[in-house]
């Protein structure tokens, strides 16, 4: 009964001056909306930042080959054939992390059908896995099999992007278009992802059977000699061969029941790690493969390159907090403006009601009870322009989101800790004035005018 009378005794002092209570607690609506409305905007960038990045591939893994070398001069990175298909079953079989892998042979070229061209910004060569690898979906159609791949099928799935220009409105499934002057059907079409995050026209694209794109089309891979001859999984000697001291120019024969192609290298790997969290791991395991296949001895560099999504991804999501968090300071230093106001406006009250003080003490109230009762009123201020703040900082983001189609959320850890920030705002600038007030002598509150 006591702490409920503190309570009703503040709330009249506090209703006693309206207009200066709405003003007092202003600064504290203020700076508790702009701490909801941005977090609550920041946590819809991060999760829209998230989706995107979740859509370019979070838990892809590229490998790609090293540099070549011929006569001492480099040819860049990604120029040495050292890859196979064989390299993608040890991988499957070797890495636990990995839950998917494929080949990529990667094309360029133009694709005509009827009297229409097109020149797609990537050809690639995968198998059956690489949708789930791409997070793309089949529009219409159906994907490639297991099957097909192995049998080197002549069948594609284009993107949205291709199908406009090759086919506008008529439907592309069951036609043949013709890549490299060689015939392939579409089977399906892929749905539109539009631009990733550099720009770049994911739909512009066809994909097919990794078999007969290496197979069928001209400049598919890394398939000169030179460069085949270079790498270390074509050093293999026939003992049928004529010439058992030359190199032989194809790879050994495997029990992988690949299909006959020219050539078993490809240009890069791409895999796809069963979570986020086992990326590294998955890293760890394919170098050990790679450099086990590639019989690379102990302290002799990688003659591969492994790129994954990770620092990408953090380099984006620690940007967006870093620019969120600089902007919730910001927000935080209104708070303590609305504190320094609250604390001003405390001491005037103390100043205007310390004959009221000295009554009280003379009835026989300690000093503290005058602490609790200035305390609980300065709470009970920052705690209403907590919630108010709560209400006009979730409505301007949820305006924000509607007008100028920024991504929001509704972050309720956002709201416990402006809750809470109000409450302690109250304490440590409500505390002097009430200590001020405890402090008082009543002879000389009794004699104040």
Known sequence: MKNWRILK??????????????????????????????MEVGAGAQDSLKKSISAMGVNSITVRPGAGMMGG???GAGSKANLTAQDVSEILKECPSVKLATP???????????????????ISGVNEDYLEIGNWQVEDG??????????????????????????GSEDPLGKDIRIQNVLFKVIGVLKSKGANMIGMDQDDTVIAPWTAVKARLTGAGQTSIS?????????ATSTSSPYPDAPSLYPPSSDSNLPPVRFQNVDSISAWARTPELVDSAVEEITKVLRSTHKLASGVENDFQIRTMSEFSDFLTGSTKNMTNLLLCVAFISLIVGGVGIMNIMLVSVTERTREIGLRMAVGAKKRDILRQFLVESVVICFMG??????????????????????STVSYSAILLSVGVSVLVGVVFGYYPAWKAARLDPIEALRYE
């Open 73 to 75: 001069v480099s040819s």
């Open 142 to 167: 159906e994907m490639f099999s297991k099957l097909q791949v192995l049998r080197g099928s002549k069948v594609c799935l284009i993107g949205s992007t291709v199908k406009r220009e090759l086919f």
């Open 104 to 122: 990529v042979i990667s094309v360029r070229g133009q694709v005509v059908y009827g009297g229409k061209n097109w020149s797609p910004f990537g």
């Open 227 to 235: 460069s085949v001859s270079s790498s270390s999984s074509t050093t």
């Open 9 to 38: 005794s503040a709330l009249k002092s506090i209703l006693r001056n309206p207009m200066r209570t709405f003003l007092t607690t202003l600064g504290i609506v203020i700076g508790i909306a702009a701490v909801i409305a941005l």
């Open 386 to 407: 907590g919630l108010i703040g709560i209400a006009f900082g979730h409505g301007a983001s949820m305006v924000l989101a509607s007008a100028m189609k920024w991504p």
